[in-house]
């Protein structure tokens, strides 16, 4: 089969190459499945680069987002998910740029029938993260305000139009005119522009001086230090990333006499300590895109374009999400 390879680390465009490879086995409780969309994600920036928390020994296929149908199942796996269209993880090195790839049964789910491919390939972990981080960690509650640095990205335009379908009062912020445009289409109260605005003072100004509740932060850097100074009494900060390349250290004794909290998030963590909730988040997801109530911000692109989809993201300049087919 065909799979996108890194054989050195380093950025995207410099070290995914083609080659031609068996098809991966399934082992115990895995199915494999021929992969027909899938979803580009930071995530397989930093593993091209060998700083995702997962590091594969290479030669590896990146790619951890995916939709496809199941055309084998390993040991232990149910064969009712045989033939069937499901989203999922794929199991590394065997990752989803590929024309196969390996899932773990128990968190491959399957897709309802009057979802595409494509839709489905961006409503797993692109979604899972904020409805997770918003729903289960942050705890967000109707009519509070809600703030999402990065939100012209994959998972921060999820977290406006899951925030949204929350009753939350969304604030966007963005990096860029261009991306302002695309994020007032998304159903947020107020979309900053952070290249030509005091972000402080303007979520400040927007609220009425009473701040964030919850702070999706995705940034890093100058955006959190700057949801650290607009956060309100008894707020929550959402650490999902840091996509500006700068780990901020929290100022404990800040959140000490501000009274807010610093909540962190791994969203796969759930897989392996409550699988049900994961399941129950994923069918939720599904069940608001069947409403109308979400709907992925997605661009294709054939999977040859990989290298220069992966090269967007990491330079900041992707809108929604990117998803690549075979087609």
């Given amino acids: 089969m065909r799979a996108w390879q890194v054989t050195e680390l380093g950025e995207p465009a410099q070290v995914l190459a ?34 995702y928390q997962a590091k594969p020994e290479l030669p590896f296929t990146p790619g951890v987002e995916l939709c496809g149908a199941v055309d084998e199942v390993g040991p232990g796996s149910s064969p009712e998910l045989l033939h069937r269209r499901v989203v999922g993880r794929p199991v590394l090195p065997h990752g989803g740029f590929a024309e196969y790839a390996l899932l773990e049964a128990h968190s491959s789910f399957v897709v309802p029938p009057d979802l595409d491919d494509i839709t489905a390939a961006a409503l797993h972990l692109t979604y899972l993260t904020p409805w997770l981080g918003l729903h289960r960690r942050a705890q967000l509650q109707p009519g509070e305000v809600l703030v999402v640095t990065g939100a012209a990205g994959g998972v921060g335009t999820a977290a406006v139009q899951l925030g949204v379908a929350a009753g939350a009062q969304v604030i966007a912020i963005v990096s860029d005119a261009r991306k302002a445009a695309t994020v007032r289409g998304l159903g947020a109260t107020n979309v900053i522009d952070r290249s030509s605005t005091d972000v402080i003072e303007a979520v400040r100004e927007i609220t009425d001086g009473h701040g964030a509740d919850v702070v999706f932060e995705s940034v890093g850097g100058e955006a959190y230090r700057q949801a650290s100074k607009y956060i309100a009494f008894e707020g929550r900060i959402l650490l999902i990333g840091f996509a500006s390349g700068t780990i901020p250290q929290p100022r404990l004794d800040h959140a000490f006499v501000k009274n807010y909290s610093v909540l962190g998030l791994h969203w796969s963590l759930y897989l392996d300590h409550q699988p049900e909730l994961v399941r129950a988040a994923q069918d939720d997801l599904f069940e608001l895109a069947l409403a109308k109530r979400i709907k992925p911000l997605v661009r294709t692109a054939p999977v040859d374009d990989l290298p220069q989809a992966l090269e967007e993201l990491a330079g900041n300049r992707a809108l929604g999400k990117t998803v690549l087919t075979s087609g």
């Fill in 18 to 51: 083609t080659a031609e490879v068996p098809k991966p086995e399934p082992g115990p409780r895995q199915v494999r499945v021929r992969v027909t969309a899938a979803a580009c994600n930071f995530a397989d920036v930093l593993l091209c680069r060998g700083k």
